[in-house]
């Protein structure tokens, strides 16, 4: 989309047929979009970061959740009625 956005006007700017006045400020325009867009580069990379971290901590989230569940399961049939049952079990999760 931006492409081709940007194709037409530079199309257009090259029109010989174009006004001066018309032409000079599309340039400005353009100029202006351009630092616009060097502007927002930075913060649009660190947002798609921190997305992407906090899409990592909910993986690991949810993988600690699971093995959460499987420990209570294990739990659950483990248990003898009037005893517990004597060999541990262990959850590995990251922080």
């Known amino acids: 989309m931006w492409k081709t956005c940007w194709s037409k006007l530079d199309e257009n700017l090259?029109?010989?047929t174009l006004d001066a006045q018309v032409r000079q400020q599309t340039q400005r325009v353009r100029e202006n979009v351009v630092q616009q867009l060097a502007t927002l580069k930075p913060v649009v990379e660190e947002v798609n970061?921190?997305?992407?971290?906090v899409?990592?901590?909910d993986e690991d989230m949810a993988q600690m959740l699971h093995d959460f569940k499987?420990?209570?399961l294990i739990e659950t049939i483990s248990w003898i009625p009037g005893k517990i049952s004597s060999h541990p079990v262990t959850i590995s999760y990251k922080c």
């Open 14 to 16: 090259q029109q010989e």
């Open 49 to 53: 970061q921190n997305v992407q971290a």
């Open 55 to 57: 899409r990592q901590k």
């Open 70 to 72: 499987n420990y209570l």
